[in-house]
């Protein structure tokens, strides 16, 4: 057992006669492992990726919300009539009256 350690730490694995069948295992684990953290990496990218336009769909949906608050602000009665009184034109006294129109045949 000792003197397979050694074997091992002095890499004699590496260069004996039955060595090819270790070199392919070798290379094959280096090509699994090379795979695996260019998945990882992959994975990483996206997850950034997704964290990113969760921020910036949580942007626009805030604009948008600010955007909509200061159009019903805008669209209130007593601001049109405050708009309009600064440019001279007052809400009429006389209540509008409905017209119908009838179709002759």
């Known amino acids: 057992m000792k003197t397979n350690i050694y ?6 694995f ?5 060595s090819f069948k270790n070199w392919r295992f070798i290379i094959f684990i280096s090509a699994l492992a090379i795979v695996m ?3 990882s990496h992959s994975a990483d990218k996206k997850v950034y990726e997704i964290a990113r336009l ?6 626009m949906r805030s604009a948008f919300i600010d955007g909509r608050s200061r159009l019903m602000k805008l669209k209130m ?6 708009v309009m009184q600064e440019k001279g034109i007052e809400p ?3 209540p ?4 119908k129109v009838i ?3």
């Open 77 to 82: 009665e007593s601001n049109v009539m405050g």
């Open 103 to 105: 179709s002759q045949k």
């Open 7 to 12: 074997k091992i730490l002095k890499g004699t």
């Open 96 to 99: 509008p009256k409905k017209i």
């Open 37 to 39: 953290i260019a998945s």
């Open 14 to 18: 590496l260069v004996s006669d039955d």
């Open 92 to 94: 009429s006294a006389i």
């Open 54 to 59: 969760k921020n910036e769909a949580s942007e």
